[in-house]
């Protein structure tokens, strides 16, 4: 963008001061569009984050989209982002020292996160008040010997991870990112997440004359032999002593040297010294405004990132100011997993104990000499946890898959998921309170249930509530094409669910004393 059109774009807005919270590192702005809009073109005509206010967090949201290709990404960019508002990183591996008032956060795998704000009046067997979400996405995933050769092309082998709309991946501008183990010169080893920017990769759909049927039978690929991308053409005219040498190199390591070079490129470092890669594909693809009224956001990755985002802001900003915890009893958690798309079983995921492990580990620390009955499980019942996950809007060309009197439309606020079979943990009570809270600043809520002829997904939700007991809602923002490369929501419904958000960590304390059930 030259000069003069920046100059035009920032002054198409009202003058707001900048928040410096998020200006992190040289390579890009982390703008917080709370306090200020995005610089970076947004891939529509007028480029216009928010027209009707300026307390909007889409450009921040586009902006941690466009960072975070990974689960990897995703949770580096949520570490530095808490690092710049204040938050201490601790070590799962040392022993903690935690005050009340106090911000902190740790990483497991650098694909997980859980940060907390601990109330400055917390008292013992006081609660948590925890949102959690998740950081994978549908995607392919390189192999662990990804290289292959076929009709005079250079390709890369792939898992599908997830439950992803396959059919979506094909003629779309690919490239890869995630992490690798580097060797350092010094013989011990480091982790370096990678990110090839450029169209790298691409999966060619077959011509509709080769093809003459596909448009009456469905186009229906074989995941293990047809959705392989084309990384290169193979070069016939080399000198036997580097065939030798290339044909060594990926039978050693299984990938391409060509593949090896293009990621030593990037990382800064010899060939020799990539020890291990972990690798997903990825759509170049910016995500952006779009509609008629810039009223929509088109991304990949929208489930769950947006959800991660919300949260990860609402509590950033429920407890950036010195008084904000000061009449605080409880402490305000955001909790995000991975692999959720795959079932959540792993060590990095809701199935492990990860968050119950810390939440037991901070009420040690409070209270270290208390002796009486469990602190922890009392502290368990004054819990509330918000699941919150992508919810399915009505598709207008569909809508007769939707339950008649539960088709929730984007722009009209968070979802409330239920579900009689359990597939969501909503009850009657989580379900009052959670819009009790949005009540308060008359924020809208809308409902789902799926119709009882369909099958329904499920959430971390009833892996977490059924883990300790913790009262729990299932929510989510509407959304079509989901898992899709590229997929779509309504860009009021994040400035909605981020306020929701924050009105639970601001507000819920008060609401749930007004209630008694047990």
């Known amino acids: 963008m030259s000069m003069a059109a920046r100059f035009q774009l920032v002054h198409s807005f009202p003058l707001i001061k900048p928040d410096f919270r998020f200006f992190t590192r040289p390579r890009q702005l982390h703008l917080n569009s709370f306090t200020h809009h995005q610089l970076r073109p947004l891939c529509s005509n007028s480029n216009q984050v928010n027209s009707s206010s300026s307390r909007s967090i889409v450009g921040g949201l586009l902006d941690y989209l466009n960072e975070s290709w990974t689960q990897f990404h995703a949770t580096a960019e949520a570490k530095e982002q808490l690092i710049a508002a204040g938050f201490h990183l601790l070590s799962e591996n040392d022993e903690w020292d935690l005050q009340p008032g106090g911000r902190y956060f740790f990483t497991r795998n650098m694909s997980s996160l859980v940060a907390f704000a601990i109330g400055e009046k917390y008292s013992m067997g006081n609660g948590f008040h925890a949102i959690a979400a998740h950081t994978d996405s549908p995607c392919l995933k390189l192999k662990p010997k990804s290289a292959s050769s076929k009709s005079g092309y250079l390709m890369l082998n792939v898992q599908t991870y997830g439950g992803g709309l396959w059919h979506t991946w094909f003629d779309r501008d690919l490239s890869l990112a995630g992490r690798v183990i580097v060797r350092r010169d010094d013989g011990t080893f480091s982790h370096r997440l990678v990110k090839v920017k450029r169209p790298l990769l691409r999966v060619p759909t077959l011509a509709i004359h080769l093809d003459r049927t596909v448009n009456k039978d469905g186009f229906k690929p074989n995941l293990e032999t047809q959705l392989i991308p084309l990384l290169a053409t193979r070069h016939e005219d080399v000198s036997a002593e580097q065939k030798g040498k290339n044909a060594d190199l990926s039978s050693k390591d299984g990938h391409h040297p060509l593949l090896l070079q293009i990621l030593s490129d990037e990382v800064g470092c010899k060939i020799d010294d990539i020890a291990s890669i972990e690798l997903n594909v ?6 952006c405004l779009g509609g008629g009224n810039n009223e929509f956001i088109f991304s990949g ?8 985002y919300c949260a990860l802001r609402a509590l950033i900003d429920s407890c950036q100011s010195p008084g904000d915890l000061s009449n605080e009893h409880a402490i305000r958690m955001v909790a995000l997993f991975d692999n959720e798309e795959v079932g959540s079983d792993s060590a990095q995921g809701a199935g492990a104990p990860t968050m ?8 040690d620390c409070l209270v270290p000499n208390y002796v009486g009955e469990s602190v922890f499980e009392r502290s368990i019942r004054q819990s509330f946890l918000v699941s919150a996950d992508m919810a399915h809007g009505v598709h207008p060309n569909f809508a007769d898959k939707h339950e008649e009197h539960h088709r929730p439309e984007l722009g009209k606020g968070l979802v409330i998921k239920h579900n009689a079979n359990q597939r969501y943990a909503t009850s009657g009570v989580t379900a009052f309170l959670f819009k009790e809270v949005a009540k308060v600043d008359n924020i809208p809520t809308q409902e789902f249930v799926v119709r009882n002829d369909m099958g329904c997904g499920s959430t971390i939700g009833p892996i977490l509530a059924s883990g300790v007991g913790i ?5 989510g923002i509407s959304q079509l094409s989901m898992h899709s490369v590229r997929e779509i929501c309504g860009k009021d419904d994040v400035d909605i669910a981020y306020k929701h958000f924050k009105a639970f960590y601001q507000n819920f304390s008060d609401i749930d004393k007004k209630l008694c059930v047990d």
């Open 471 to 475: 009262r729990t809602v299932d929510c």
């Open 282 to 287: 990825c759509d170049t693809q910016p995500s």
């Open 356 to 363: 119950f492990q810390a939440m037991r580990r901070i009420v």
């Open 301 to 308: 990755r929208l489930d769950n990132l947006a959800s991660s």
